[in-house]
DNA sequence: TAGATTGTTAATCGATTAACAATC
DNA sequence: TAGATTGTTAATCGATTAACAATC
């Protein structure tokens, strides 16, 4: 057979590595900003604790060739990151839980500067329901699927508390949300569909604690 | 030679183990608010989408036994892993930022629930320092290693703008500090001693759209 | 007892690293 | 040109899974 397709196969860029690439595209970000041309692999593995080899790897799944002796163009390779992860799009989110966590999460300001932007903010309880955080109002989490659906949101963000953990998701997947940041400790359970990412905060204290522990 | 020692060395639980098993003391924690007695091995890998066998080699790197045809005893198997990861201890902690995020870390009930206390806040805007968090008032970011020093203080959270992030953490180390958590985008360095864990939210927001422009 | 579940060894799988020809 | 750096193949390493004897 003759193979006219371009040389990288789109093929299923492995979890591990596509979080990596978060990591390189936000320091390209910050090469950009200082007007850097290059950057080697070298450069790459070094601010990050990893090897070369390993940054060549990873970079092998996305589309884009460096240059021998030159290393990777900056912009180009920008470029082609922010495509595969999809920073040349915005998003549209919603944030469940209007506690402090949520609260915080609703007007922070990364977030609509990465492309990211919050549409709403839902709780449960009536003392919160109509409150003011920024520009936006808290809705009733009644109103939850309907919102999203209607409004087309992408992400949905699940700032309660953990027993609720699980109630908010069904929410979300029941309005077709398309995939989910969980705040919370606790499991989630999804359709294959829709990808679920997790920060727990909680289990990095957990975790730090036990390094401590094994110092001493 | 005889071997007297308990039969499970103590040896450097991997990395990748240890987050998993904070997520198993999750669960217990469930379990035993529920009354439960027993869990086993394949209730666990369900749970959290696992296999029985990740769980049990898992489990035997902690100084605890399961019974054939019962499975685990849940209150020892929460008080080993507690101990493994020192929530039967308290820690203290400060946050550094009190931005939107900062704010939020600091009120935030789960951490003290935990064993996690935060003992103060800090900042470098004027506009912030002295001001009222909960119980705690904003103190100037040029105080921190004294303080820490002082108080023992055993974790700090980064909560800063980013570029902000590694002279903050040289403040921490100055001070030191025995581990940290970095709630920004940037790779920091620290010591060997001083253990890092991260909490990427924008990474994960951008291996979601990743995977949300992979389904369609 | 019979059968379910552990703990552990061995096999498999995948991810990281090393090595090096190609190349600019 | 000589030498640095890529892209990729092969080797290594570690983590996950399978399998099963031990056992309650």
């Keep these: 057979m003759f193979n006219l397709m371009s040389k990288k196969a789109k ?11 978060t990591r390189y595209y936000a320091i390209l970000q910050e090469l950009r900003s200082r007007r850097a041309q290059w950057v080697s692999s070298s450069d790459i593995a070094e601010w990050l604790g990893l090897t070369s080899s390993t940054v060549r790897q990873d970079l092998s799944h996305i589309d884009f060739r460096g240059i021998s002796r030159k290393g990777y163009n900056v912009e180009g390779l920008a470029a ?6 999809g ?6 989110m919603v944030v469940v839980g209007a506690g402090n966590l949520g609260h915080a999460l609703a007007l922070h300001e990364e977030f609509p500067r990465k492309g ?11 003392a919160k329901i109509g409150r003011r955080i920024g520009s936006l109002r808290v809705m009733d989490v009644l109103t939850l699927p309907r919102f999203i659906y209607e409004k087309k949101i992408d992400i949905g963000l699940i700032a309660v508390p953990s027993q609720a953990a699980q109630q908010v998701a069904d929410l979300l997947v029941a309005g077709r ?5 969980n705040l919370t400790q606790t499991h989630i359970v999804t359709p ?16 730090l604690a ?5 110092q001493s």
């Design 11 to 21: 093929t299923h860029i492995p979890r591990g590595v596509v979080v990596r690439l």
């Design 80 to 85: 082609t990151l922010a495509k595969t992860l």
């Design 87 to 92: 920073a040349d799009t915005t998003w549209s």
């Design 116 to 126: 990211f932007h919050i549409k709403g903010v839902f709780d449960s309880d009536p």
């Design 177 to 181: 949300i398309r995939g989910i940041l």
């Design 192 to 207: 294959k569909t829709v990808p679920v990412a997790a920060t727990r905060i909680v289990s990095s204290l957990q975790e």
């Design 210 to 214: 036990h390094l401590i522990k094994r």
